[in-house]
């Protein structure tokens, strides 16, 4: 789709807009890809294909940006209007004014043109809880938050109930966290086998078992340096989190030895929730379960995306849905009582039925959080490149809606959302948690209440304070971590730099 930009009216360099102009278009047309071409538009455009032309114009007391969008020999003209003195704002202000204004008009055109609308509406981005979190902090009821969302964004009202449910839990997440705590995240970035749906820096165990020691060794490096650093800064650890891939994906003693060095140099002393994902069936022992209850683990996660055999085949795992139930049991065995399990709503050759059976079938082991993802097809994953026959959205929606009576019915509380873009419908990833078991670390990490600081391949740690955020990347793969680790621990004294500055 051509985006085309009346440059003489618009405030700051047209190519600041592009990025609000692509994500409504990946809302409203998810098959196009945006082109910018040279020049004003043609004054005709009926053989130019799919375009849209922004336009800013600015009257004595009204300014309006309209977008005309030209779409399968059609064409719908939308308009967003605001009072002309907000162009006379700090540049700043100008800015946002006009980007939204350039996305509601685009979005009135586009669903004019489609005769329908997003059930997020004219909403895009990745965190649509921050909205009513803000406006519940500034001193809104739960209630003129969610009108809010439908009025301005168009969002559809249990859509906009979900955000205002979840911002509940980010409000009182944010009033509980204290100046001077962060979170930490430690990454291992390897799996038995790599599902379909991937894209995550992770690789396959089986092709890199020489890699994983080494990996290991590397993470107790940065561990010591990241304890030194945080202690040094005043700084203590609120919410701890080991993800990957896999973590699980390590022995026993593997494990062990990186808990034990976790516990001896990081400040964990007012740390108040500790989690390991054990994710794959296939990696689930009594041995490493025991091993991480001896090291203060209290929540873990088993995770099936699906309970249906010929679909756990289709994205390429190799265990079955008994595997699951009898790591489940296992781990409830072990003395676990904190247990997420995450879904996956829109696999290949899932349908609303298997879909329905595989959440009833979570819901009979009674875990404490339940995560329903959508489908997102990322680049790099065997989805994305090969393709597939997938779920269409409107049975996707159907999949999601359904979760959401269904955990309700069940107890559970939506506690943290958030979205991707090409997720399949413009849907969304949502958290349940029944009440007293949402995990912190989620809320904190979505929202970017403060700190959380990354170790391992991969990891992207976001500095936050004072409305400010640093970001300080690690390499993405494993063996370039290994052979850059120097320099990913005398990045670590930035963390001090930024607080103590």
């Not at 009025?151 to 559809?156: D, G, L, P, T």
């Not at 265990?319 to 399990?341: K, P, Q, T, Y």
């Given at each position: 789709?051509?985006?085309?930009?009346?440059?003489?009216?618009?405030?700051?360099?047209?190519?600041?807009?592009?990025?609000?102009?692509?994500?409504?278009?990946?809302?409203?047309?998810?098959?196009?890809?945006?082109?910018?071409?040279?020049?004003?538009?043609?004054?005709?455009?009926?053989?130019?294909?799919?375009?849209?032309?922004?336009?800013?114009?600015?009257?004595?007391?009204?300014?309006?940006?309209?977008?005309?969008?030209?779409?399968?020999?059609?064409?719908?003209?939308?308009?967003?209007?605001?009072?002309?003195?907000?162009?006379?704002?700090?540049?700043?202000?100008?800015?946002?004014?006009?980007?939204?204004?350039?996305?509601?008009?685009?979005?009135?055109?586009?669903?004019?043109?489609?005769?329908?609308?997003?059930?997020?509406?004219?909403?895009?981005?990745?965190?649509?809880?921050?909205?009513?979190?803000?406006?519940?902090?500034?001193?809104?009821?739960?209630?003129?938050?969610?009108?809010?969302?439908?009025?301005?964004?168009?969002?559809?009202?249990?859509?906009?109930?979900?955000?205002?449910?979840?911002?509940r839990a980010s409000v009182e997440a944010q009033r509980s966290l204290k100046e001077g705590e962060v979170s930490l995240y430690v990454g291992i970035p390897f799996c038995p086998t790599r599902c379909a749906y991937c894209s995550f820096v992770s690789a396959d165990v089986g092709r890199t078992l020489k890699l994983v020691e080494p990996y290991v060794e590397g993470l107790l490096r940065e561990v010591a340096e990241t304890g030194r650093v945080l202690r040094e800064a005043g700084l203590t650890i609120r919410s701890f989190y080991m993800g990957g891939g896999t973590p699980t994906t390590l022995s026993a003693g593997q494990m062990d030895r990186l808990?034990?060095?976790?516990?001896?140099?990081?400040?964990?002393?007012?740390?108040?929730?500790?989690?390991?994902?054990?994710?794959?069936?296939?990696?689930?022992?009594?041995?490493?379960?025991?091993?991480?209850?001896?090291?203060?683990?209290?929540?873990?996660?088993?995770?099936?995306?699906?309970?249906?055999?010929?679909?756990?085949?289709?994205?390429?795992?190799?265990?079955?849905?008994?595997?699951?139930?009898?790591?489940?049991?296992?781990?409830?065995?072990?003395?676990?009582?904190?247990?997420?399990?995450?879904?996956?709503?829109?696999?290949?050759?899932?349908?609303?039925?298997?879909?329905?059976?595989?959440?009833?079938?979570?819901?009979?082991?009674?875990?404490?959080?339940?995560?329903?993802?959508?489908?997102?097809?990322?680049?790099?994953?065997?989805?994305?490149?090969?393709?597939?026959?997938?779920?269409?959205?409107?049975?996707?929606?159907?999949?999601?809606?359904?979760?959401?009576?269904?955990?309700?019915?069940?107890?559970?509380?939506?506690?943290?959302?958030?979205?991707?873009?090409?997720?399949?419908?413009?849907?969304?990833?949502?958290?349940?948690?029944?009440?007293?078991?949402?995990?912190?670390?989620?809320?904190?990490?979505?929202?970017?209440?403060?700190?959380?600081?990354?170790?391992?391949?991969?990891?992207?740690?976001?500095?936050?304070?004072?409305?400010?955020?640093?970001?300080?990347?690690?390499?993405?793969?494993?063996?370039?971590?290994?052979?850059?680790?120097?320099?990913?621990?005398?990045?670590?004294?930035?963390?001090?730099?930024?607080?103590?500055?």
């Open positions: 789709m051509k985006l085309y930009f009346e440059t003489s009216n618009f405030p700051w360099s047209p190519e600041r807009y592009h990025y609000a102009a692509e994500q409504m278009m990946l809302t409203l047309f998810p098959g196009e890809r945006p082109e910018y071409p040279e020049g004003p538009p043609p004054e005709v455009l009926s053989g130019e294909g799919n375009a849209v032309i922004f336009t800013l114009r600015r009257g004595e007391k009204q300014a309006s940006v309209s977008a005309l969008v030209f779409h399968n020999q059609e064409r719908f003209d939308g308009v967003r209007r605001f009072p002309s003195e907000e162009l006379d704002q700090p540049p700043e202000e100008v800015y946002h004014t006009v980007q939204h204004a350039l996305k509601l008009a685009f979005y009135k055109a586009g669903t004019a043109l489609l005769g329908h609308e997003p059930p997020w509406g004219a909403l895009t981005g990745v965190r649509p809880v921050k909205l009513p979190t803000r406006s519940m902090l500034a001193g809104s009821t739960p209630k003129q938050a969610q009108k809010e969302l439908e009025k301005e964004y168009f969002v559809s009202p249990d859509r906009a109930k979900l955000a205002v449910d979840c911002a808990l034990t060095q976790c516990e001896e140099c990081l400040p964990l002393e007012g740390c108040t929730e500790y989690t390991v994902e054990a994710g794959r069936p296939d990696t689930i022992t009594r041995e490493k379960l025991a091993v991480l209850k001896a090291h203060r683990i209290g929540r873990i996660s088993v995770n099936p995306q699906t309970l249906e055999d010929h679909v756990l085949e289709a994205i390429g795992r190799k265990h079955s849905a008994g595997d699951i139930r009898e790591a489940c049991g296992l781990a409830r065995d072990v003395g676990f009582d904190c247990i997420n399990m995450d879904l996956i709503a829109g696999l290949p050759r899932d349908t609303f039925d298997g879909f329905r059976r595989s959440l009833e079938g979570v819901l009979a082991m009674d875990p404490e959080n339940v995560t329903v993802h959508t489908l997102a097809l990322k680049k790099g994953s065997t989805l994305m490149e090969r393709g597939g026959a997938l779920p269409g959205g409107e049975e996707v929606a159907r999949m999601l809606d359904w979760s959401r009576q269904i955990l309700t019915t069940n107890g559970y509380i939506p506690y943290y959302l958030y979205r991707q873009k090409y997720m399949s419908g413009s849907l969304e990833n949502v958290g349940w948690a029944r009440p007293g078991a949402e995990s912190l670390y989620n809320i904190v990490m979505m929202e970017e209440l403060h700190t959380v600081v990354s170790l391992g391949a991969g990891g992207v740690t976001k500095l936050i304070r004072d409305g400010t955020i640093l970001r300080l990347t690690n390499p993405k793969y494993p063996h370039d971590y290994l052979s850059g680790l120097d320099k990913v621990l005398g990045q670590k004294q930035d963390i001090k730099t930024f607080y103590t500055r």
